[in-house]
């Protein structure tokens, strides 16, 4: 999923194993996950199992697959990509679930022993380090998301946000003492800071959400982020590698604000990101967004649920404009960018009309209606953009 390779290869080589990293995922491996995955299941899972063979192809002789006793697909994820790899000839493969259904039962320190092959006392102090560091590192590149969401929308050349996040996350990868963790986020603020700026412009801010492999992985859903921010539109998306887990640690209170936002449209977790995506549509819509997308796999269940709330309900009531992406081996390049460039001037005609229309917009062009918006990693960076 993206650039969260850094963080999962951290909590494996911790536990002093060596780590194989697929390719990242492209033409190649979409091609045999699509061969080889049943024609009716999700993308994620095709994407995923081209992915896994990629690694098997360097080298690779243990997969580890996270799996749910989520109310959709992703439970089967890990055995049926199992059995399908054993049919396409990898016998000896090893595919070890991680249970993230509820991190706070613990399961999966059964899956670290199982993938050290350890299980004596003195593993614990490994599997805490291994804990501690893959955190931190999913929690820097929350950071890096947030500042180049921002960025790229300022930037005089096009592709410096693209580079400078190229950089960091080879920076990251090679961070590994807590000494050079702590001082990180100090480095993502300069080499951000470093990048030339306009910073007279007021660009769109869009919100992003969806299902999480769509929305974390650039190859499957176009690089939509770079796309909008290279169009001069702020990103805003809270979804991450680190959000998630947090979130399965009881700990999110982000997501639990999302919740009760989205509790009387959708009262209980039917799996993906419907209940959040929900929650943000309308999180955005308050916080005086110009407008949201919302990326998902092509027949994801929960996600499709989630597109007709907000078209049948929440659209009406918040009237915040909305796009709607849904991703699989088909898309294509063309009609994906029409689709973004007519959404793009739609919120550029009305942001037009309010500015000349609504009182609650204010001398620079932004509604607000939250007096504070964003977290604190969110502000400061917001605060670098404005300083001069
Ligand atoms: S969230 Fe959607 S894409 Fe993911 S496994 Fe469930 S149905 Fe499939």
């Not at 022993?113 to 350890?118: A, D, M, W």
């Not at 590698?241 to 209980?268: G, I, Q, T």
């Not at 996600?303 to 088909?330: C, G, H, M, W």
Request: charged share 25%; glycine share 6%; with cysteine.
């Amino acid at each position: 999923m993206g650039p969260n390779w850094v963080a999962f290869k951290t909590l494996f080589t911790a536990l002093d194993l060596d780590v194989v990293l697929p390719d990242p995922t492209n033409r190649e491996a979409i091609k045999i996950g699509v061969k080889y995955s049943p024609e009716f299941v999700c993308f994620p899972f095709k994407a995923t199992l081209g992915d896994f063979v990629s690694a098997i192809k360097k080298g690779a002789d243990t997969l580890v697959m996270a799996i749910d006793c989520g109310p959709c697909r992703f439970g089967f994820y890990a055995s049926v990509q199992e059995r399908i790899l054993r049919d396409m000839g990898y016998k000896n493969i090893r595919v070890i679930p991680l249970d993230q259904a509820d991190l706070l039962e613990f399961h999966w320190i059964k899956t670290l022993q199982e993938v050290s092959g350890r299980k004596d006392l003195f593993i614990y102090s490994k599997y805490i380090k291994a804990v501690i560091y893959f955190l931190k590192k999913a929690k820097l590149l929350n950071d890096i998301q947030t500042a180049e969401g921002l960025f790229r929308a300022y930037e005089r050349n096009l592709g410096d946000t693209t580079r400078v996040v190229n950089e960091l996350l080879q920076k990251l990868d090679k961070a590994n003492t807590l000494v050079e963790l702590r001082s990180f986020k100090k480095i993502i603020k300069d080499d951000f800071n470093s990048i030339d700026i306009d910073r007279s412009r007021t660009p769109l801010r869009v919100g992003l959400s969806g299902e999480i492999h769509i929305s974390l992985e650039p190859y499957v859903n176009l690089d939509i982020r770079r796309k909008l921010g290279e169009m001069g539109v702020e990103v805003h998306q809270s979804l991450s590698l680190y959000d998630w887990v947090v979130h399965k640690f009881h700990l999110n209170y982000h997501r639990k604000w999302l919740e009760h936002l989205a509790k009387p449209y959708m009262p209980m977790d039917i799996g993906g990101e419907c209940v959040w995506v929900l929650g943000e549509y309308i999180d955005k819509a308050n916080a005086g967004f110009d407008g949201f997308i919302h990326s998902y796999p092509f027949t994801c269940m929960p996600e499709v649920t989630a597109r007709t709330i907000i078209t049948n309900k929440l659209k009406k009531i918040y009237d915040l404009p909305v796009i709607y992406f849904s991703f699989d081996e088909q898309s294509g390049q063309e009609g994906f960018r029409t689709r973004l460039e007519a959404f793009y001037d739609l919120l550029e005609a009305r942001r037009d009309r309010e500015i000349k229309s609504t009182p609650e917009f204010m001398a620079n062009g932004q509604k607000k209606i939250y007096p504070q918006y964003g977290g604190e990693f969110y502000n400061e960076i917001a605060q670098l953009i404005q300083a001069e």
